[in-house]
């Protein structure tokens, strides 16, 4: 199972960017997705994760500005970041729990993208 991870860049304060991390590989179902970030420095933080459901959880640092989605069919997750700001510089990282049978469940790491948010 691989997860690849894509749409990061430079933008200016207050701009938008909108990341994408797709699974592909031996997946018999997925369970949570999410999109953590480290920054120099810093430790890895859980910045947004959303269940097979739709139940979604948020940082309380990027809530009412960044939005996780997903879309079952093409094993992939979205985060759309708005209101950028200079503290949301990071590298983020794709996560999903990934079923790779019926009865076992293990858990994976996309590559991780540079977001970069400075005037």
């Known amino acids: 199972v691989q997860l690849q991870a894509s749409g990061g860049g430079l933008v200016q304060p207050g701009g938008s960017l909108r990341l994408s991390c797709a699974a592909s590989?031996?997946?018999?179902?997925?369970?949570?997705m999410g999109w953590y970030r480290q920054a120099p420095g810093k430790q890895r933080e859980l910045v947004a994760a959303?269940?097979?459901?739709?139940?979604?959880y948020y940082a309380d640092s990027v809530k009412g500005r960044f939005t996780i989605s997903r879309d079952n069919a093409k094993n992939t997750v979205y985060l759309q970041m708005n209101s950028l700001k200079p503290e949301d510089t990071a590298v983020y990282y794709c996560?999903?729990?990934?079923?790779?049978?019926?009865?076992?469940?293990?858990?994976?790491w996309g590559q991780g993208t540079q977001v970069t948010v400075s005037s």
């Open positions: 590989g031996s997946i018999f179902s997925i369970n949570a």
């Open positions: 959303i269940t097979s459901g739709g139940s979604t």
């Open positions: 996560n999903a729990d990934v079923g790779i049978t019926i009865a076992t469940i293990r858990d994976y």
